[in-house]
């Protein structure tokens, strides 16, 4: 399961000229997830030439308003172009009243049904290649951590092996590429593995929403391919980070060590950082893999 990572708003609390409020989209075949919801996220997913995908999901980290109010939004909007497949919203305790208010306040009557769902740490819910995971991460109101996994994979096929097994080529070799045993023309019952090399595991990417360090977050994001993590402010900011429960260089680079991230990418960023390089240079100090994000960035990760 190949997957791209597009970054629609990666400024902290405060909007800037160059970077819009918090929200990252992954495409997954043919799904688009989105991780926050910060305003003017429908215009970035427009700039960034993402759509609106029939299949549409929405996870809210906390209910913080930088985080959440683009969701009203992001729901007018979808309701002016008439849709009218359904659409999937996770948050935390507190995020179904926030939405049941709009249609008595601002008269929203969706044009498709909106699934909204109240969920905590453990298991959120399942595609048909990934499933997306949460932990609670520290942060001054409830917060989540969000992991997308994709699902284990068959290993490869070995052509050669099955020949040898008298398995003749085409519906059989597809069921065993799939992991289902076949039975030859002899009778004789063959098993995947005998055939398949070890089994792949799928991508990981994990986004940390608000945080200070987070032990939570870090057996989240155990061998994570990309972590996405908060660095609202520099290390030399140290103090003021620790008393609003957000994070710095240094400790955004803790937690992707001893993780085992394979790459570490930067968002929330405070608007004094008009140059980011301070964040990247201090991370690295730690860890070497760094990238600051920026509005309409794009990651493309392929399974190993």
Avoid at 113 to 134: H, N, Q, S, W
């Amino acid at each position: 399961m190949s997957l791209e990572v597009v970054f629609l708003g990666t400024s902290g609390s405060v909007p800037t000229v160059d970077r819009g409020l918090p929200s990252i989209a992954i495409r997954v075949k043919g799904e688009l997830l989105l991780f926050d919801c910060g305003e003017g996220t429908q215009r970035q997913m427009i700039k960034a030439r993402l759509g609106f995908p029939a299949k549409l999901k929405v996870f809210i980290t906390h209910l913080h308003a930088d985080h959440v109010l683009g969701l009203p939004g992001l729901l007018f909007t979808l309701s002016m172009l008439d849709r009218r497949e359904p659409v999937e919203v996770y948050g935390p305790e507190g995020i179904s009243s926030f939405l049941s208010c709009l249609e008595e306040t601002i008269g929203l009557e969706p044009s498709f049904e909106l699934k909204v769902f109240e969920v905590g740490e453990g298991l959120v819910c399942e595609g048909p290649d990934y499933v997306i995971r949460a932990a609670w991460v520290e942060h001054t109101v409830p917060t989540l951590a969000y992991a997308l996994e994709g699902k284990t994979r068959p290993g490869r096929f070995h052509p050669e092996k099955a020949r040898a097994l008298w398995v003749p080529e085409g519906p059989l070799w597809k069921e065993l590429q799939m992991g289902r045993p076949v039975r030859t023309p002899g009778g004789r019952v063959v098993r995947p593995e005998e055939v398949l090399g070890p089994p792949r595991r799928g991508l990981k990417v994990v986004y940390s929403g608000d945080t200070a360090y987070s032990e939570a977050l870090v057996e989240l994001a155990r061998g994570a391919d990309l972590l996405i993590h908060e660095c609202t402010f520099d290390d030399d900011r140290a103090e003021k980070a620790r008393e609003r429960l957000h994070s710095t260089p240094s400790v955004a680079a803790e937690v992707a060590l001893r993780a085992g991230a394979r790459k570490l990418i930067l968002t929330h960023i405070s608007a004094r950082y008009r140059d980011p390089s301070v964040l990247v240079e201090q991370a690295k100090a730690k860890f070497k893999e760094v990238l600051v994000a920026e509005d309409l960035m794009r990651i493309e990760l392929r399974p190993p």
